[in-house]
């Protein structure tokens, strides 16, 4: 349970700095360096993961299994595509915790796919979520660190939904007899041919590869490292203790972003990340009650 916790808290630190140097990173190289970088680092980031844990898994390639992770693999591909939108057209303070806010999404996936019911305390709290939201959006005005502020806000919604379908279907491949390695497994190998599609792109296009350096590196490789160690969390602590804590990661983010990336905050859109951060925490909590 206590290594568990302390797992959680790396999480929750590893995300945050892994959004601002991926939101820093998305604002100085052009898109397609961006992607590169980004699904090959990931690619290795896994498939090393399936080396050191249970390497026999590179022996097999089980058709079946492929297609019942198909769904969370593409969610997480198309998610690491949009976000790169999402920070580099907003402010980071401002998208990441409405991309955090993804557990309103699985409540409804839930109670509507699954016949779950919704309590009064859960209605209250996507309420307030959807409301902060809508202020945030209707509040956004363009800076120099959020040139198309409305377009950040889309794009950081279209994110929360692709992560809760993915946390959906994760959540439901589980029940049968899959393991967390067999979804590093074909994550690797389906982040690995993506970059491959970005290098020929690069190719074949004028834009220049650009050669991997320190920027690069930290903005591509830190989230997926954080990634990696919320699995393990959840395989030592119970999730109704991990999931609240990792979450956290966008109160830091919000507090790196505003000394990083030098970005300020009205006193109106404060209020609304308080109600989005808090009410996500207070949903994830209820809902694994």
Known sequence: MFLGIIFAILVAILWSIGEVSYSSLSRNLDRANVYLYQYLVRSIVYLTVVVIFNISLFTTFNTDHFLAFLPIILCDLFASYVINIAVSNGKLSVVSPIMAAYPIVDIFLSMFLLKER????????????????????????????????????????IYMLLIAFSTYFEKSIYIGDFSVYELYYYKG????????????????????????????????????IGNVLNSFALSFANMAIVSPISSMYSVITAYISRKVLKEKLTWKESICIFFILNCTILLIVVGLA
Do not use: D, W
Request: aromatic share 8%.
């Open 189 to 224: 190998i389906v982040y690995f041919f993506t970059s491959i599609i970005f290098m020929t792109i690069i190719g074949l296009s004028p834009v220049k590869l650009k050669r991997i350096n320190l920027n690069i590196l930290k903005g591509s490789i830190i989230t997926p």
């Open 118 to 157: 919704m309590t009064i305390l859960e209605l209250v709290l996507v309420l307030i979520i959807t409301i902060s939201i809508i202020i945030l959006a209707s509040n956004q005005k363009k800076t120099k660190n959020a040139p198309h502020p409305f377009k950040g806000i889309i794009f950081s919604l």
